[in-house]
């Protein structure tokens, strides 16, 4: 485990690399110019009201949709490939192999209408994996370590609570070992001591496993607590950038200084 | 059994020369991919769409005046749909019919391949009412169609991964996916996984047309065809504890027949034509005594009336 305050890079490259990357939805600006490079290990949040083009940054980020200008590059076999430069197979392999989305709707990320088991099974056997009872142990194992409890395993995601579906969400996003991670909105719509559990596990995941994760998030207590570095977006644009605690404890652009003043004292 | 004369009134074999050319052009695709589902332009027929239009279509573009049709539903040459679809045939076309799988030179079947092995020039049309295996897992046609395209079929497997989760076993006992030449997975229509093992390496060339959905496709003779299953949960198919009631026979698909009020059954061949071969044969079963009583069959004595 390391200090989250000092970026040790221990992999001189970076893992996905934004240049310029803008999104327009016709006349409207979804957002534009932003720019950032990504190392392995690392947690990069992206804060700012509703409306401010993070979840559109976040969608082109993880291929979902082509950017209107700009290139997004992720290392792959060590080598920098641009996203929307290769086949579309090939992308949405990538897709489920090396970096998975947990969505802010867990309807959106899991079958409701398969089995816990069967959710989290899926990626080993989009993988290959044709040995029932291995898919079945590791299925087991992931609910675990998500702190869902193993009879629970041929229940569908329909018969959970609205933080188990969201917890399994995330084992079925980490189940085939991702290298990077990109969360929209983890925590919305989640009560408050759910969200508490679910930010603990969160943070011991991605230490543990050593996965770069991008998270998206209006909650700026989420923020401190997941992320090394902060990007704060308002209007599509990119208004400041740097370590999270120098953002929030000293902001320097009025935009950031109007959002942190606004957090609520506990 | 020659049964009719050509109605004049109608083209050969009901459809129009164009039509048949359209849909004969879709099946040449279709052999020259196996597995892969070719969009044709479905005609409307003088029945409803899902009672077997697609298998009708290309029986009708393929039939020829020398040829000799055998129609099955169930493994059955009896049933309404079978009788209905064979006089179809006999009036729009006039060509011979038969009951008998190896005089058959086109045998259009529903739900079942017929127990005795078909021959190299021999063609097997299916009804097929939902031609898209992946359907139930995803709705949406434009991805499943990118899911065949770049052959992601892992999702395949987690209805396979339920089955034996929910019951232990894979429970699915028809419309048992299938994997064509090692590249297309395929829905080999409602058969039972029972007849799956005969698609693999077949001599006949099998046809499948889905009318509503508006989809041919096909497996060329000798292919590959394998039955998806998981490496410690072997494809297995059914099996029976007890022989045929009519003709003995161990190694063929039983139906379930319900002979009175109080509970009595029996488990007959689903294939008809098979099931009277061997009792012509000789061989008997426990209850054809039972079932002749009941006019369930002709008794041997020759009474020539409809059952």
Redesign the interface.
Known sequence: MRDPLTPTIADPDPILTAQNVTKHYGERIGCENVSFSLWPGEVLGIVGESGSGKSTLLRCLAGIDRPTGGEILFRHEEEMISLFNIP??TR?KLM?TEWGIVHQNPRDGL?MD??A??NV???L????D????K??SSALDWLTRVEISEDR??DRPRQFSGGMQQRLQIARVLVPEPRLVFMDEPTGGLDVSVQARLLDLLRVLVRDLGIAAVIVTHDLAVARLLTDRLMVMKGGYVVEEGLTDQVLDDPHHAYTQLLTSAVLAA | MNAAQHDPDYNFGYLDEQTKRMIRRALLKAVAIPGYQVPFGSREMPLARGWGTGGIQITAALIGPEDRLKVIDQGADDTTNAVSIRRFFARVSGVATTEETSEASIIQTRHRIPEKPLDAGQILVYQVPQPEPLRR?EPSEVETR?MH??A?Y??M??RL??D???FGHVATTYSYPVMVNDRYVMSPTPIPKFDNPKMDDMPALQLFGAGREKRIYAIPPYTKVKSL?????PFTIQSWTEPCALCAATDSYLDEVITDDRGGRMFVCSDSSYCEDRRAKGHVGKELATAEALAYVDSVEGASHDA
């Open positions: 579309e197979p949405r489920r079958r398969v089995s088991g069967g099974g899926e990626r056997m989009d993988r290959g044709r040995h029932y009872g898919i079945r395993i041929d | 897992l990118k395209a770049w992601e892992g999702a497997h987690v991964y339920e034996i989760a929910r299953d998981f490496e410690d949960h």
